[in-house]
């Protein structure tokens, strides 16, 4: 069964990351580790809220400034929804990090793997978790 509260946290950390033009790896640094444990700690009431307010809330708590990483306008395809990032984000974590998650959310934003899920002219982020986490454990992709 999936963690809610991971899983609205990893959507967060993509909408803020588009919304800003962001890595996400960049946004989990500036948001800082007090500030993802208290996104992570108060889900289920932050939820209630619309995601676009929440974002925006965090964001100027955080002071984040725009960027200039576009990788919504550089896509050739579809681009997958925030929550579908989020839930892959999720998953990995979980698979990786079973006992620490907020650890492991550290750990997989800050890697590689981060980069690569984001790179929506890619497949990796439609690949099955267990492959997903092959990779991440192997730092780099599996053919």
Same mark, same amino acid.
């Given at each position: 069964m999936m963690n809610n509260a991971?899983?609205?946290?990893?959507s967060l950390i993509e909408f803020i990351?588009?919304?800003?033009?962001?890595?996400?790896?960049?946004?989990?640094?500036?948001?800082?580790?007090?500030?993802i444990q208290r996104i992570y700690k108060y889900s289920d009431v932050l939820h209630s809220d619309s /995601?676009? =307010?929440? +974002?925006?809330?965090?964001?100027? /708590?955080? &002071?984040?400034?725009?960027g200039n990483y576009d %990788?919504?306008?550089?896509c050739r395809y579809t681009v997958p929804g925030y929550w579908d990032i989020g839930k892959v984000f999720t998953r990995l974590i979980e698979?990786?990090?079973?006992?620490?998650?907020? =650890? &492991?959310?550290d750990k997989v934003y800050d890697s590689w /793997?981060?980069? +690569? /899920?984001? =790179?929506? %002219?890619?497949?990796l982020f439609y690949?099955?978790?267990e492959y997903l986490k092959e990779c991440y454990l192997a730092g780099r992709i599996l053919y």
């Open positions: 991971l899983f609205y946290t990893c990351g588009r919304e800003k033009k962001l890595r996400r790896r960049d946004v989990v640094s500036q948001l800082g580790k007090d500030t /995601i676009e =307010n929440v +974002a925006d809330q965090y964001a100027q /708590i955080a &002071g984040l400034k725009y %990788n919504i306008k550089d698979d990786v990090s079973p006992e620490d998650q907020l =650890n &492991g959310l /793997i981060s980069d +690569a /899920i984001s =790179n929506y %002219n890619s497949d690949q099955s978790r």
